[in-house]
């Protein structure tokens, strides 16, 4: 019989720890809404100790999912796991995952302890979290490096204690398909209660194995699979959870296993994800690239042609992607574009259909064919709203090839409206140091990207800025035709952010 896989999502939380990402709470919130819509089992919300924010989303995320069970990380000690349950206690499923590294490297280097303390320790906390919660998942860190014989000892004492998970980390993304399999295998075989937890693995992508590692240690009885949206996380990231469902679907007829994933709202989540995190996607990303689906050769497209099969093992609908020919212009009325965002897995209240409209409208005024990424982009741009304390009103720049550019700005600030004037190189910088003296603050930008939402000069460009201010890092978005209009925006945005949070 066909076996059941559970997805363990770790975007809010591993995923989070991607370097230069930084998720505000009603941010995670929205993640945690779509995450619970592509019915992923578990939601590892955050790590409740870590920060103020960590543990309000955590809070948040615990009042408002019900259907996935709720899970925060917290190390192998009182204050963590007290940390984690005071904002987990409010969901309808709650889970305490708690970590202690079991790998001589660390223990000896990181830990400064003993095996045996290790071991006491774990087995302690283990035993105080299930005090507050039923839910216990454990990890050993470093695992894939462990002493197997070690292992299994602190697996076998763990679940003793009540861990209802046992989580098997590959934390330096080492390990290899087949030996990682073995590994499985001899916790399977070795672990004398084994059969009263649930295996589950979590794999890095430092060697780009992390996927096959995955499916490798589902082959050997793993049945819960760690990852995150877009192969986010720590460094070269997690597992990626598309690319684990589709080859669990796809490959069915090998690996007779399958998940509760809705795969068809594969696309949207994704780039729901990359949108909020300013990660993009690269364009040959299995499963989510822009990629993924197209077929450049002339083999290919004549082979696609006579039938799909031949050079296609999936469905681009099978992921959300719409083959659709019918584009939205000037003319379409505001019942077309509803229809529109509820194919393409927007389901938008009124107040937001309304606003997303009207920008609609203004882009359909300056461009014939609206397709359906710029519909994405538009309604991806205020997927959260967020209060502007900083108004735009206006900006104006002054550029050439034989110049110093200039730029004017005017923004509002409660009733006060500011104008400021500056140069710099090129028009980006210039506007964007004047938009700094509108509102008096230095801000640090660490990043900016451009990218054509579509094909054609009269594509929307769209804008992803960084920026840091005393090491928090907030992003911002702007879309725009204009491609000095959309800067702008998501300079302002991202200055929003930081306002909200930090004034
Ligand atoms: O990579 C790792 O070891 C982790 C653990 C906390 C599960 O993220
Ligand atoms: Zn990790």
Redo the contacts with the bound molecule.
């Keep these: 019989m066909s076996k059941k896989i559970q997805i363990f999502d770790?975007t809010l939380r591993?995923g989070e720890q991607t370097p230069g990402v930084s998720l505000n709470v009603q941010e995670k919130l929205e993640i945690a809404k779509q995450l619970e819509m592509l019915e992923v089992d578990v939601i590892e919300a955050g790590f409740p100790i870590a920060s103020n924010g960590d543990f309000e989303a955590v809070k948040a995320i615990a009042k408002e999912i019900k259907k996935p069970i709720i899970n925060a990380?917290a190390r192998a000690n009182k204050k963590d796991i007290d940390r984690a349950w005071e904002a987990l206690k409010y969901a309808e499923r709650p889970r305490i995952?708690t970590?202690i590294a079991t790998s001589d490297i660390h223990m000896k280097y990181k830990l400064n302890m003993e095996p045996e303390e290790v071991l006491k320790r774990a087995v302690e906390m283990v035993s105080y979290a299930k005090t507050l919660c039923d839910d216990i998942e454990f990890?050993p860190?470093?695992?894939s490096r462990t002493c197997p014989e070690f292992l299994y000892k602190v697996l076998e004492a763990v679940i003793d204690a009540g861990a209802t998970v046992v989580?098997i980390?590959?934390?330096v993304g080492y390990t290899t398909p087949v030996e990682f399999g073995e590994f499985i295998r001899g916790i399977k075989e070795n672990v004398p209660n084994i059969d009263k937890a649930i295996i589950s693995v979590?794999c890095?992508n430092d060697l780009g194995l992390a996927v096959a590692n995955s499916l490798a240690a589902i082959e050997n009885g793993a049945e819960q699979i760690?990852c995150a949206v877009n192969g986010l996380g720590?460094r070269a990231g997690n597992a990626s959870l598309e690319e684990i469902v589709m080859a669990l679907k796809t490959r069915k007829d090998y690996f007779d296993c399958y998940t509760n994933v809705v795969s068809e709202k594969i696309h949207r989540v994704s780039s729901m994800v990359s949108h909020l995190t300013g990660v993009s996607i690269q364009a040959n990303k299995a499963i989510v690239g822009v990629n993924a689906f197209a077929h450049e050769s002339g083999i290919h497209q004549h082979g696609v042609l006579m039938k799909k099969e031949t050079y296609e093992i999936m469905t681009p609908e099978s992921i959300g992607l719409k083959e659709n020919n019918m584009v939205l212009g000037k003319h379409s009325g505001r019942h077309a574009f509803q229809e529109r965002l509820k194919e393409l897995g927007y389901n938008l209240d009124n107040d937001r259909i309304n606003e997303a409209f009207k920008i609609f409208k203004d882009l359909a005024d300056k461009k014939k064919e609206i397709s359906d990424k710029d519909i994405e982009a538009l309604v991806n741009q205020d997927v959260v709203p967020i209060v502007e304390k900083y108004n735009l009103k206006s900006f104006q720049v002054i550029t050439g090839n034989n110049m110093v550019s200039t730029a004017t700005v005017k923004v509002k600030n409660k009733d006060e409206v500011i104008q400021e004037a500056a140069c710099g190189d090129g028009p980006i910088n210039a506007v964007f140091n004047a938009i700094e003296r509108t509102i008096g603050v230095n801000v640090k930008l660490e990043d900016y990207a451009l990218k054509a939402i579509t094909s054609g000069k009269d594509a929307l460009g769209e804008v992803t800025v960084k920026i840091d201010r005393d090491g928090n890092k907030f992003v911002g978005r702007g879309i725009s035709m204009d491609v000095i209009e959309a800067s702008v925006k998501a300079y302002m945005n991202a200055i929003n952010k930081m306002a909200s949070e930090i004034n």
């Design positions: 770790t591993d990380l995952h970590f990890s860190e470093d695992g989580n980390p590959d934390t979590h890095h760690e720590e």
